[in-house]
């Protein structure tokens, strides 16, 4: 564990403020809900919460069916990680930090056909990209990423939307 050099001290309340260099650090931002543990040894351990981890086995399923209904490598992620994944030496992306590029598209509203962009930090352009956001009370979870080497329109836009409305529910 890194030692930051900072103290706070908890309020009257039991709250503790988070120092703003950890909370840009870890990508924490205001009324993100964060996850509390205790270890053995009596340490307090805060990590942000990620929904979308909690349905890792319905991500990896519809990943899956997505691949064979369409024949498209598909990726499911979180905000900043990709969490399931389907289609041949797709499982080299799982667990991978998804590019800034990705990231923003996936804050988005609506799905985003791009084209030439890396789906993760230091990696390959891909042809085509398909991002689906995945939201929930109209805050941005994740994503469902389908990459080809062909130009995807309305029936990969509506399968994906189909998916992401599908792990929105399981989640609300």
């Given at each position: 564990?890194?030692?930051?050099?900072?103290?706070?001290?908890?309020?009257?309340?039991?709250?503790?403020?988070?120092?703003?260099?950890?909370?840009?650090?870890?990508?924490?931002?205001?009324?993100?809900?964060?996850?509390?543990?205790?270890?053995?040894?009596?340490?307090?351990?805060?990590?942000?919460?990620?929904?979308?981890?909690?349905?890792?086995?319905?991500?990896?399923?519809?990943?899956?069916?997505?691949?064979?209904?369409?024949?498209?490598?598909?990726f499911?992620?979180?905000?900043?990680?990709?969490?399931?994944?389907?289609?041949?030496?797709?499982?080299?992306?799982?667990?991978?930090?998804l590019?800034e590029?990705?990231?923003e598209?996936?804050?988005?509203?609506?799905p985003?056909l791009?084209?030439?962009?890396?789906?993760?930090?230091?990696?390959?352009?891909i042809?085509?990209?398909?991002?689906?956001?995945?939201?929930?009370?109209?805050?941005?979870?994740?994503?469902?990423?389908?990459?080809?080497?062909?130009?995807?329109?309305?029936?990969?836009?509506?399968?994906?939307?189909?998916?992401?409305?599908?792990?929105?529910?399981?989640?609300?």
């Amino acid at each position: 564990m890194k030692a930051t050099g900072v103290v706070r001290r908890i309020d009257d309340l039991g709250r503790v403020v988070i120092p703003k260099e950890i909370r840009r650090t870890l990508r924490i931002n205001n009324a993100d809900p964060l996850e509390v543990f205790v270890d053995g040894k009596g340490k307090v351990i805060l990590k942000k919460y990620e929904p979308i981890q909690d349905l890792s086995k319905y991500a990896k399923e519809y990943a899956a069916s997505l691949f064979e209904s369409l024949g498209k490598k598909t990726f499911i992620c979180d905000e900043e990680n990709i969490i399931a994944a389907a289609g041949a030496s797709s499982k080299q992306f799982l667990n991978k930090e998804l590019s800034e590029d990705i990231q923003e598209l996936i804050k988005g509203n609506e799905p985003a056909l791009e084209s030439n962009k890396a789906i993760i930090e230091g990696g390959e352009n891909i042809s085509h990209i398909l991002v689906t956001p995945i939201r929930l009370n109209n805050h941005s979870v994740g994503g469902i990423i389908m990459i080809a080497e062909e130009e995807m329109g309305n029936l990969e836009i509506n399968l994906t939307k189909t998916a992401a409305n599908f792990l929105a529910k399981q989640l609300d």
